[in-house]
């Protein structure tokens, strides 16, 4: 049986849509490099486990399985990313105007939306080295709560994904610098609220509808 392939998924909106946020140079490496590169890996890495594991060769096929997971997060995390960003002039990037049940749900649980920008964005600042801070909805409780993973890690068990940001350094360096919070201040600007929403109160399964467009 073949493996199933991965393909880059266009963006919905042009290179430059995000500026001065982030940068049309930046947005264009980000995407046609540094994503492409994750599936062309990725896709390596799933032909050689389906052949491996055609051919009975365990060892073979364990062998890729941390390609698969490094390289898999790396799909997963840009693919959500892509969509939750808007261009700062449209109406999705206003939580107030577009994701009122997730604007009462982050004020439940942090106070105000200010408190909740400041807490994010000093888990952010807090990883070391590589990775992603989310926003997620807990599977059980439907309770927010702000998780960081480190590298390429999804949110793959339970939690829903509502808001992602990239704190790779390919993400802001050739824009910022070294100056990653204001990279993490200017973020705000463009986070796609109506997504955001329809994350919150569609299923799990919906938040990731984007992975199945681009097989």
Same mark, same amino acid.
């Given at each position: 049986?073949?493996?199933?392939?991965?393909?880059?998924?266009?963006?919905?909106?042009?290179?430059?849509?995000?500026?001065?946020?982030?940068?049309?140079?930046?947005?264009?490496?980000?995407?046609?490099?540094?994503?492409?590169?994750?599936?062309?890996?990725?896709?390596? =890495?799933?032909?050689?486990?389906?052949?491996?594991?055609?051919?009975?060769?365990?060892?073979?096929?364990?062998?890729?399985?941390?390609?698969?997971?490094?390289? /898999?997060?790396?799909?997963?995390?840009?693919?959500?990313?892509?969509? /939750?960003?808007?261009?700062?002039?449209?109406? #999705?990037?206003?939580?107030?105007?577009?994701?009122?049940?997730?604007? =009462?749900?982050?004020?439940?649980?942090?106070?105000?939306?200010?408190?909740?920008?400041?807490?994010?964005?000093?888990?952010?600042?807090?990883?070391?080295?590589?990775?992603?801070?989310?926003?997620?909805?807990?599977?059980?409780? #439907?309770?927010?709560?702000?998780?960081?993973?480190?590298?390429?890690?999804?949110?793959?068990? /339970?939690?829903?994904?509502?808001?992602?940001?990239?704190?790779?350094?390919?993400?802001?360096?050739?824009?910022?610098?070294?100056?990653?919070?204001?990279?993490? #201040?200017?973020?705000?600007?463009?986070?796609?609220?109506?997504?955001?929403?329809?994350?919150?109160?569609?299923?799990?399964? #919906?938040?990731?509808?984007?992975?199945?467009?681009?097989?």
């Amino acid at each position: 049986m073949a493996a199933k392939t991965y393909s880059l998924p266009p963006l919905p909106y042009a290179y430059d849509a995000l500026q001065p946020a982030i940068s049309k140079q930046i947005m264009e490496l980000h995407h046609t490099k540094h994503h492409q590169t994750y599936i062309t890996s990725l896709n390596k =890495a799933l032909e050689l486990y389906a052949k491996a594991q055609a051919e009975s060769r365990l060892q073979d096929a364990a062998a890729q399985l941390p390609a698969i997971r490094f390289n /898999g997060g790396g799909h997963i995390n840009h693919s959500l990313f892509w969509e /939750g960003l808007a261009p700062s002039s449209s109406g #999705d990037s206003r939580i107030d105007a577009v994701a009122p049940k997730l604007e =009462a749900a982050i004020k439940r649980t942090w106070g105000t939306f200010a408190k909740f920008q400041e807490v994010f964005g000093a888990a952010l600042l807090g990883i070391q080295g590589s990775g992603w801070g989310w926003l997620v909805k807990e599977a059980v409780t #439907d309770q927010l709560r702000i998780v960081t993973l480190a590298n390429q890690e999804a949110v793959v068990v /339970g939690d829903t994904p509502l808001v992602g940001v990239d704190m790779w350094e390919h993400a802001y360096y050739l824009q910022y610098l070294n100056g990653k919070a204001a990279y993490v #201040d200017n973020i705000w600007k463009v986070i796609n609220w109506k997504t955001a929403e329809a994350r919150y109160t569609g299923s799990r399964d #919906d938040a990731f509808k984007a992975l199945k467009a681009n097989m």
